[in-house]
């Protein structure tokens, strides 16, 4: 007889490799083919929802890892959440309009100047579409769920619909204007800017100091005294009109070789020192207040600078004497307001110079600029100081390019009317982490008003008409009448149709006697579009407002959870989200962040074809991703070997009970009937359970996956599988002790396959393939109700003192190996001497099976001395005896064909 052939080996065609990249495309086929997204909704109708609102990626490429990260872990909070028991319902969203798609068509051989822009738009148009699809190909081959047959899409002719009827509600009240004011321009894009398309970076800049002669000093200063102004962009120099004091500062006049000059007096001999100026009689100080309106001669042009006062001027750098463009700076612009300055600007759209700069200058780009207009200056004997700084300075977060402030007319949304409303919703929200809410409640507090228009093609245009006077039209019935024909024929109209064919039929205004109407050619920036998402997508398609959940990177404080609050709140009234939770960036695995631009970044793609999605998803989910996280091959080789841990569990769990021809659910046994050993380690699975869920709750994905691979490795594969391989293998087929023992993986299959599922998904569907937990899907399936054990605080307790003497065993076992008094644990013969508590506790939960608990063929208890270790005293042996051929336990029987009682009994 074959003994090997009579032992109660696992058995599985479940395999051991998951080989991933060829067996996920087929789960995905199968979702697909049975509906997966529209069945989990059925499954839960009449159920609480949560509602996570997608954040729209914008259309343009190929996914990247940042989409991965942020995909994956919301798939992974949809579907704990389903399990959980709530109905999730999901629309995927993508923002479509603006500047990328633009350049992309140009880039194509199409310039939209040479073009109808209506025509312009219609390729804008499809190719926006076209990426929607190569992006959601490559979400869904993440192993996703959700509508994505229906996503939202900004260029909808509904979304758009609705985004005109919110700019029209915020325009009746007041809350949408037209002003001009300094905004990001750039010049690369030909466009304003909002903040949240600002990003800063360290550049090298000119920085000068320039005199400005005193040409009438009103009583105070003679005309042989000059203010000496400080900035770091000289091209701004032409459009000076004011020189901004500090009224409480003190400033000193001081004579020199280059003239009498005006500083602030705590400056004086760090200034003199730069200048590289020795002559210093300081000949009297002032108060800024005692020289307002004093006037000055600028140095490069006929015409007067005003010495103004401002609380925006400080002492930490410079001369104390702002040089002051209203047309070129925010401070500048309200404080030139409050003097009745012009707002003055001398550069056009694309970041040039203008003729009335003069010849000498016009034409140049503002860099160019810097260098000419400081020569200039330099001849004319106004410049005291050149030097370069390494500062941070905005740069166009599209192009990556420096912009400039510049004064222009601009369409406007008004933050300061609702600021204090913004700020308290900001308070009510559940902002995870915490300082997401400090941050936003700075950000709302600290910002201007928000610019609105895009002088771009392809866009919402902002569904304003002039009157003959120039007077903008803001009328409840024209601006729904403009949203009906978007949402009947797209905002394309707005350029196939002259003025009066998009206004009411009949529509008359008393600035239009002759009923002469011309329409508003900048469009909507895009972050109006995404923006106004909660209404154009969630309560369009009945999810209701607000949402339970916004989540994106943390980019979006300042974009998209920015916009949809102030949107979201003047519009409805509150915040559009109860909880904003937010990610970090991806890294590489030398801390750079991964970006197109830096050549770091890796597709997705080449991941999930290499590895597998569900390695992927593994990773999502086991970094810190609040944080900013690394990726590198080295990382993913760990995340595979952690994976390879929970498979291979997974699969010493299903072949041990092998539901084709071995264990089923009518085979469990009562859990009262359990040995304390079996109960334990229920006891630990179903702690696991709860704690697990409760991770899951509260969006702690790498607790999740650590106390179940913790699980998994240690207690199960480490530990309670590695010594009931001795009941499994060897016992009868139903033995009521391997029955016990299959009783456990069973649970532990059930609730493990389930607390899996939200992450590895096509590998937990793998598994219910074999295991059966639900009949179509384990997606359709719930977390489980955790099993209450009798007793199961003193079993805890009672098992941590026994862990302890198994340590102890443990540790003598590895010594008497390494002095080669032994090979393998079953050649051991233990003793064990322990207090009279323990000794009870080992008799209570161990029997006479002590030795097959410490995995060796002799093991007893006694009180002679041996060799002391943390909690008991051990000797270890060699076992006397031979091994028995079918259980490999050491024996001293002696029937004849050498096997032990235990197996002789097995097989008679």
Known sequence: MEYKDTLLMPKTSFEMRGKLPSKEPGFQKRWKEMSIYEKMLEKREGCEAFVLHDGPPYANGDIHLGHALNKVLKDVILRSKFMAGYKVPYIPGWDTHGLPIETAIQKLGHNRKEMELSDFRKLCYNYALEQVERQKAGFLSLGVVGDYDHPYITLQKEFEAHQIDIFGKMAMNGLIYKGLKPVYWSPSSETALAEAEI???DIKSPTIFVKFAVKDGKGVLDTDTSFVIWTTTPWTIPANLAICLNKDYTYALVESEKGKLIVLDELVDSLWDKFGLTVKNKIATYKGSELEMITCQHPLYDRESLVILGDHVTADAGTGCVHTAPGFGADDFFIGQKYGLPAYCNVDEHGCMMEECGEWLAGQYVDDANKTVTQKLDELGALLKLEFITHSYPHDWRTKKPIIFRATTQWFASIDKIRTQLLDEIAKVDWIPKWGEQRMHNMIADRGDWCISRQRAWGVPIPIFYAEDDTPIMDENVFAHVAALFKEHGSNIWFEKEANELLPEGYTHPGSPNNIFRKETDTMDVWFDSGSSHTGAMMDRGLGYPADLYFEGSDQYRGWFNSSLIIGTAVHGHSPYKQVLSHGFVMDGKGVKMSKSQWNAVAPGEITKKYGADILRLWAASVDYQADCSMSDEIMKQVSENYRKVRNTFRFLLANINPETDFTKEDLVDVKELSLLDKYMLIRLYEVNEKAKKAYKEYRFADV???LTTLMTNEFSSYYLDYTKDILYIEKKDDVKRRQVQTVLYHALNVLVRLWAPILVHTCEE???????????????????????EENEEIKAEMEKLMAVRSDVFKALEEARADKIIGKSLEA???VHVNEELST??????GAHFNQWLI???????????????????????????VCPRCWNITDSTAEDGLCERCASVLK
């Open 199 to 201: 990003e800063y970076k």
């Open 705 to 707: 996956t650590s106390m």
């Open 767 to 789: 598994v219910n393939d074999f295991f059966h937990a639900e009949d179509e899907s384990i997606h359709l399936g719930s977390f489980l109700e955790s099993i209450d054990v």
């Open 829 to 831: 013969y233990v003793k």
């Open 841 to 846: 506790l080992i008799n209570k939960y161990c």
């Open 856 to 882: 060796v063929s002799k093991a007893e208890l006694c009180n002679e001395e041996l060799k002391a270790y943390d909690v008991c005293q051990v000797s270890v042996e060699k076992c006397n005896g031979h």
